[in-house]
């Protein structure tokens, strides 16, 4: 056993700048802060469509092209926004569909093959670059993939380092694969050195095969509790009475759906208007046009917006809108990018134990609504008077840090930075252990 120092970082995602994403800023945010500790820090983004180099702010970024010829093909396509797609023979395309449905098998069982394309070059990068610690972020199973292949190559060369964002066996879209999902997950995980994910997703990690990695398990916050949220513009007083209700995100259909919302924002008489900034999933924007019927006036989609403008839309809300999710294990992490612009929140929970609660709860200036409760005159009056009292009320910056530190980059970075100079378990031999546990009857 060896103590690790970190020198040299390469974080592998499947999005980071220029796409702006809630996955994307968070990795930002620790990479900024391992620089700060002068680490150096490679960016290594597995893609579908081209291999080169940049460098931002500081670090080396490289895209790196992984995957099957069929998923460049079908990347590039898709990076064209589906024109040279839409152009194509409808038959043609009913053929794409069917070969799509037969290589996601192939991806579904996350062989080599779809890596193998860029491995070579992800290896001669680490060498090249010296990298020592490793860290992999889901969403996308794909960079774990890759960190595996690299710590059986490099072995007591690299530390690796899980980072979840998201679950991933035990994320509902999988339900019906979930225990051949965990099995994949064990696998993999054998090989990690640490695993940092949210407490919400230790519990899932409690209930199933996953069990045995608890002890590399190290729970964290998302660090999104940040100064720069509305630092570049002050707020302007606006000379009308009108109080702007602002909701920044992603909206689904199935686990983040607005209905309730809407509903109650149309029962209110007061002078109030809503924006909806984002992209919609899950029912896409001929549904959501549908729910905002009639309310033009009062309810408007702005869809996605550039990272670079976010500050100007949260300096321009009076109130943030925030909806749960009908899940238990997924946290928006959103929820930190409100609590650090210090304004007035107002949280549409969809679960009596909502993730949210844990932290909304000690935020001052916040009124929780659960929709179980319906949409009453009471819940109306009691929505219109929160937001016509606190237009205009932001709680400091400094006040903020000190209740919500351990949700600060700053504080994060330092845990990964902990996990790795403590013990490291360089143990590889092959684990035959089948994840053969019933997870939902254990959960």
Not at 69 to 97: A, C, E, H, M, T
Not at 153 to 178: C, E, G, R
Not at 371 to 376: A, L, P, S, W
């Amino acid at each position: 056993m060896e103590d690790f120092k970190l020198k040299n970082i390469a974080i592998i995602t499947n999005t980071f700048h220029p796409v702006s994403n809630a996955n994307s800023i968070i990795l930002e945010n620790l990479a900024e802060n391992f620089k700060e500790k002068n680490m150096t820090v490679t960016i290594i983004v597995p893609n579908t469509v081209r291999n080169f180099s940049e460098n931002y702010k500081g670090m080396t970024v490289h895209y790196v092209v992984v995957g099957t010829p069929f998923k460049s093909i079908k990347g590039i396509i898709n990076s064209k926004n589906n024109i040279l797609y839409k152009l194509l023979d409808l038959n043609v395309q009913v053929i794409l569909r069917m070969i799509d449905k037969i290589h996601a098998l192939d991806e579904m069982n996350f062989s080599k093959l779809n890596i193998a394309r860029g491995i070579k070059k992800i290896y001669k990068i680490i060498e090249n670059e010296k990298i020592d610690t490793l860290i992999s972020c889901y969403p996308s199973f794909v960079p774990h993939l890759i960190a595996k292949e690299c710590k059986i190559k490099f072995l007591h060369k690299i530390n690796w380092i899980a980072y979840y964002l998201d679950p991933f066996s035990s994320n509902t879209y999988f339900v019906k694969k979930q225990l051949k999902y965990e099995q994949i997950e064990f696998d993999t995980l054998k090989y990690t050195d640490k695993i940092i994910l949210t407490d919400l997703m230790v519990k899932d990690f409690k209930g199933c095969c996953l069990k045995k990695y608890l002890d590399k398990c190290i729970p964290v916050n998302f660090p999104n509790i940040s100064d720069k949220i509305g630092a570049l513009k002050k707020d302007i007083t606006k000379e009308n009475d009108v109080i702007t209700c602002v909701f920044i995100g992603a909206i689904y259909q199935s686990i983040r759906n607005p209905e309730f919302f809407i509903d109650l924002f149309k029962k209110t008489n007061k002078n109030l208007k809503v924006i909806f900034v984002g992209y919609i999933y899950n029912g896409g924007i001929e549904w959501f046009n549908r729910l905002i019927e009639n309310t033009r006036e009062k309810i408007d989609f702005k869809g996605p917006v550039l990272k670079e403008n976010i500050n100007n839309i949260f300096s321009d809300a009076d109130i943030l809108i925030n909806i749960g999710n009908s899940i238990s294990n997924q946290m928006p992490s959103k929820i930190f990018d409100y609590i650090s612009s210090g304004k007035p929140i107002v949280n549409i929970y969809k679960l009596k134990h909502c993730p949210t609660l844990k932290y909304l709860n000690n935020y001052p200036l916040c009124l929780n609504i659960f929709e179980e409760d319906g949409i009453t005159d009471e819940t109306v009056e009691k929505f219109e008077k929160f937001c016509i009292e606190n237009k205009g009320k932001r709680i400091a910056f400094s006040e903020i840090e000190k209740e919500y530190y351990d949700c600060t980059p700053k504080y994060v970075a330092e845990q990964f930075i902990r996990s790795i100079e403590s013990e490291v378990n360089y143990e590889l031999e092959p684990d035959k252990t089948i994840c053969n546990e019933d997870p939902v009857r254990q959960r």
